[in-house]
């Protein structure tokens, strides 16, 4: 009969203490995976806005050092051999192949990392970064020769602290600019659908 008894006794539930205990330690998991992705996501932020001020320097150090913008640059071939040659010496970053050269030239200047060839640096949100200095859409203010450097597939959760980061916070004005979509195009709103992706640019 003793033993029945302890028996019922250790199948007994838990006391208030113990569920009071337990849904504290579930609170601070929860609290702590939460307190994680916040972090990842803050971090993903600084990233891109780390790449973008760097990618903004490398070009006006290019610029200053070998006096031409780099893709546009003529004289990058007889420079670096195998370098991109495709520029037309205009003072712009104009079209497609300049765009595409300007990570060749950056990286053989040693002002960007990586292999020559290696094309467009990719960012934290998976997508790829434009230097140029035509106008992307009605992104950036009319200045001629603006240099603008762009990220797409920017995830909208990210890009008002990615604005707040570099500029004023308001993807509609200042030097940086947010359009909704993986290419420049679209209007430019001051409302962000966070699930959706973005093109950012920053005129510099």
């Known amino acids: 009969m003793f033993i029945w008894e302890s028996i019922m006794r250790r199948q007994a539930g838990f006391t208030l203490v113990e569920m009071a205990i337990v849904l504290v330690i579930i609170g601070l998991?929860?609290?702590?995976?939460?307190?994680?992705?916040?972090?990842?996501?803050?971090?993903?932020?600084?990233?891109i806005a780390q790449d973008m001020r760097a990618i903004?320097?490398?070009?006006?150090?290019?610029?200053?050092?070998?006096?031409?913008?780099?893709?546009?640059?003529?004289?990058?071939?007889?420079r670096w051999s195998g370098a991109c040659a495709k520029g037309d010496g205009n003072g712009l970053i104009d079209n497609t192949d300049e765009i595409e050269c300007a990570w060749d030239h950056l990286r053989r200047a040693n002002l960007l990392t990586g292999d020559p060839s290696a094309g467009a640096p990719v960012h934290a949100d998976?997508?790829?970064?434009?230097?140029?200095?035509?106008?992307?859409?009605?992104?950036?203010?009319?200045?001629?020769?603006?240099?603008?450097?762009?990220?797409?597939n920017i995830r909208g959760?990210?890009?008002?602290?990615?604005?707040?980061?570099?500029?004023?916070g308001v993807i509609n004005t200042g030097s940086m600019r947010s359009l909704k979509g993986s290419t420049p195009g679209a209007s430019a709103s001051a409302a962000v659908d966070e699930g959706d992706s973005y093109v950012v640019c920053m005129g510099f």
């Open 56 to 78: 903004s320097v490398a070009v006006l150090t290019y610029q200053d050092k070998y006096r031409a913008l780099p893709g546009d640059d003529k004289s990058a071939s007889a």
């Open 29 to 47: 998991l929860l609290g702590g995976v939460l307190k994680g992705q916040e972090l990842i996501e803050s971090a993903k932020v600084k990233n």
């Open 126 to 152: 998976a997508g790829t970064f434009t230097v140029t200095s035509t106008k992307a859409s009605a992104l950036v203010t009319d200045t001629p020769g603006t240099l603008i450097v762009c990220a797409n």
């Open 157 to 168: 959760r990210h890009v008002l602290p990615l604005d707040a980061m570099l500029d004023n």
